[in-house]
């Protein structure tokens, strides 16, 4: 799923993200409109990962989607 992607359905997104990664806050998901980066920060910052992981767990979760919304 591409930048654009994530960024034009955020705000459905924000509840999965929260489900996901409960210790991300309302704010962080508030400031992050989708930036990958951004997203990546807090996960390493919240969950003390390497950026690396959190990089990783993001890459996932937005491969989990595509293979959503294809079925």
Request: net charge positive; proline share 0%.
């Amino acid at each position: 799923m591409n930048q654009d992607v994530i960024q034009g359905q955020w705000q459905q997104l924000k509840g999965s993200l929260k489900a996901k990664w409960g210790k991300l806050t309302d704010d962080d998901l508030s400031r992050a409109q989708g930036n990958h980066e951004y997203l990546a920060g807090r996960l390493q910052e919240r969950y003390g990962w390497q950026k690396d992981q959190a990089e990783r767990e993001l890459k996932d979760f937005e491969r989990s989607l595509h293979k959503s919304r294809a079925a």
